[in-house]
Structures are given as structure tokens and as C-alpha cells.
């Protein structure tokens, strides 16, 4: 089981930025592609951006441009930097393996997540 510990979340206004961190336990997390979800309130969790091992990411259309994902293997921890936030980003952001059977069977647990509200 992989420990998932998101952090850097907050109250920002339209248009400010924040970046998040993922620490995990150990150092099995650099051989997975790894992403970055959110759940807003009354909604499922989606995968919003990820990265695989290689350093190679892939956005959903509604936040390439405005967020990066990124990560530092030596560290055991992925990076989620967003620009340009607005109401609509509010959520809580969690980070997890990219692929859902790497999920279930390796990592095997979600962190608690890091709120993030946009809000004048």
C-alpha cells in the first residue's frame, strides 16, 4: 500500500494561482504514470491531468493551458501547478496513480486531498 499525502490547497480569487504537492511513501511511485483528480462537491472524482514515468502529460481540455503537472522522482512526489483558477476549479484535488488497476491492486488506498476553493 502507497501512503498519499496532498497538501497546498486553499482559498485563492479568480484568476490566482496555487500549487499543489503529493508526497508518497517510498519510492515505488517513479516507475507509474501518475495523475492529479479532483471531486467537486456533488460530483464524481475525474482525472483532470497526469504524467507518465517518462515525464510525458496529458491534460483534459478543461484545464491545459491554465495547469502543470510534474514531478520529482528523487522526492517521491508529483506536483499539480495552477494558474488562472476559476470558481468552476473548486474541489478537492487528489493525487493517485494514472491508471485504475494500478490503483486497486498496487497503491490501494487515496489520500485525504487538498481543498482548493476559488472565490471572490
Known amino acids: 500500500q502507497v501512503q498519499l499525502v496532498e497538501s497546498g490547497g486553499g482559498l485563492v480569487q479568480p484568476g490566482g494561482s496555487l500549487r499543489l504537492s503529493c508526497a508518497a511513501s517510498g519510492s515505488i511511485i517513479s516507475i507509474y504514470a501518475m495523475g492529479w483528480y479532483r471531486q467537486a462537491p456533488g460530483k464524481q472524482r475525474e482525472l483532470v491531468a497526469t504524467?507518465?514515468?517518462?515525464?510525458?502529460?496529458h491534460y483534459v481540455d478543461f484545464v491545459k493551458g491554465r495547469f502543470t503537472i510534474s514531478r520529482d522522482n528523487a522526492k517521491n512526489t508529483v506536483y499539480l501547478q495552477m494558474n488562472s483558477l476559476q470558481p468552476e476549479d473548486t474541489a478537492i484535488y487528489y493525487c493517485n496513480a494514472a491508471e485504475p488497476g494500478i490503483v486497486t491492486k498496487v497503491f490501494r488506498s487515496w489520500g485525504q486531498g487538498t481543498q482548493v476553493t476559488v472565490s471572490s
Open positions: 504524467i507518465n514515468s517518462g515525464g510525458r502529460t
